[in-house]
């Protein structure tokens, strides 16, 4: 969508240009051919003729029809977004009934994993509508509590009996774009732990605004940290990805005016501030 705009605003920018530049060039040619000021008129009436019929070319041509296509993009994924999230309540609702009947230890197990990854399924799905709705206009703001978002996320990742956490934080209420905060946040907890040992312990703090993430990880040399917000750039090619995490963060905070400092050291670990006030 952003990119059709870009298309559109470009159009737009040629033909104001052409505009101006057809007008300088018809005055040029009047005063240095000494005309009167009634052919100067004819001549900016031939210019009016001109102009409306491009602009109205450039609208048949290039603007309809991509408005035509942005509105059906808008519909289709409207539809798809609505599709998806029956059979996301379906399950939601069918495992909640269930839990009424079942009583044995195993079955309840069972049931739990399926509630897992029905929770997990509805973030992506509250993902894919935030990233659409991103692409089609600007997100509004939430104001909530940092705390209870990194107590989540923490215990999210901590299901992956991964690395153990230390956290250390304070109630800290912010006003930002809540879903994208916690895709930054996320990005940030799984590059330490993908740095990282799986024995590693990974300690977060946030104490007056000051959101902090510390790992004991491979770190980084003086020249990565220079390229770390890259787009594509992996400090370690070994490792998964596509190196674009931190880029993406970066935007983030640029974005929501969080200030974002990296300390590291190679071989010994690296420690990401975000201060929020």
Known sequence: ?????KELLLALFIYVITMIVLLMAVYKFL???????????????LVLFVAVGLGYVLTAVIFAPTKQMEDTLTMLTKNIIHELNIPISTIEA????LQK???????????????DAS???????????????KEMHQIEKERFDVKDIVEERVAFFKEQNRNPFKVEVTSYEIEVDKIGFEQMLDNLLSNAMKYSSKESLIFISLNEGKLCIKDRGIGMTATEL????ERYFKGDEGSEGEGIGLSLVKTYCDSENIRIDIQSEKNVGTKICLTLN
């Open 1 to 5: 969508m952003r990119y059709i705009r």
């Open 119 to 133: 929770l997990r399924l509805k973030k992506l799905y509250n993902e894919l509508i935030y990233s659409i709705k």
């Open 94 to 97: 069918n495992s909640k009934m």
């Open 31 to 45: 005063v240095n051919w000494h005309m009167s000021e009634f052919n100067f008129f004819i001549a900016g009436v």
């Open 101 to 115: 009947t079942l009583k044995d230890d195993k079955s309840l197990k069972r049931l739990r994993r399926i509630d």
């Open 226 to 229: 220079l390229r770390i917000y």
